[in-house]
């Protein structure tokens, strides 16, 4: 079974604050992905990477950097944090190619509230 | 750009069936996923489409029209534990090149007695 674990499950941090969310995978994944998700406004891609190294801009990167450092490892940085940035943040990988057209397995997602 | 469209919430009785819709636009069509999301959990993986048609499996199908941009997921013989957000996602080509999903909002699912 794919297993995309999170850092934390929940996390509470105040206003200005360097926030780090770590998510990783164990099944060799090429493909990561950061979402977060708002009461009426679903999914919204935050940043994706295709390959250590290689990030590429989602829907909503802004406020948000991420490191990949390594295959395994995704990790999404708040550089200063703000209330705005309270909400759901999902993290998912996929493997590239193969017949299930990527198929993404999601993390438990960590619920950040940010006072 | 991408752009999904699906009902906000239905209601449908146990042991029933229900439809939910998604249409889309999308640059580069590869691929429509639907996802399963209860309460608090992450989404989970229910069907994929690429070409036009229907694919069952088991209680749940999903079918597919590229030409006209639209899908649907049926599901059958509903019961209580089918209450759960529906997510239609689309795989079609980022500004940068890349092949992405782009989700839809949902749709929040109520099974009742």
């Known amino acids: 079974d794919v297993k995309v674990t999170q850092s934390s499950r929940y996390l509470v941090k105040r206003t200005g604050e360097k926030v780090f969310l770590e998510c990783v995978q164990d099944?060799?994944?090429?493909?990561m992905f950061w979402y977060r998700q708002d009461p009426g406004l679903g999914l919204r891609l935050i940043y994706f990477?295709?390959?250590?190294?290689?990030?590429e801009k989602g829907d909503i990167p802004e406020g948000y950097s991420v490191s990949r450092e390594k295959k395994e490892r995704f990790s999404l940085i708040l550089e200063s944090a703000s209330t705005n940035q309270t909400s759901m943040y999902l993290c998912?990988?996929?493997?590239?190619?193969?017949?299930?057209?990527?198929?993404?397995?999601f993390g438990p997602g960590t619920r950040l509230l940010v006072l | 750009g991408q752009n999904i469209d699906q009902p906000t919430e239905m209601t449908a009785t146990e042991g029933a069936i229900v439809q939910i819709n998604c249409t889309y636009q999308t640059s580069g069509f590869n691929g429509l996923f639907w996802y399963q999301q209860h309460a608090g959990e992450a989404p989970t993986f229910l069907s994929y489409n690429v070409l036009d048609g229907l694919e069952e499996k088991g209680r749940f199908s999903s079918f597919l029209s590229r030409s006209k941009g639209y899908s649907y997921l049926l599901l059958k013989e509903l019961q209580m534990k089918d209450s759960a957000s529906y997510l239609c996602?689309?795989?079609?080509?980022?500004?940068?090149?890349?092949?992405?999903?782009?989700f839809g909002r949902g749709t929040s699912l109520i099974v009742h007695p």
């Open positions: 099944m060799d994944h090429e493909n």
């Open positions: 998912a990988s996929s493997f590239s190619g193969g017949t299930d057209g990527e198929t993404q397995y």
């Open positions: 996602a689309v795989r079609g080509q980022s500004s940068g090149g890349s092949y992405i999903p782009t």
């Open positions: 990477s295709y390959d250590v190294k290689m990030k």
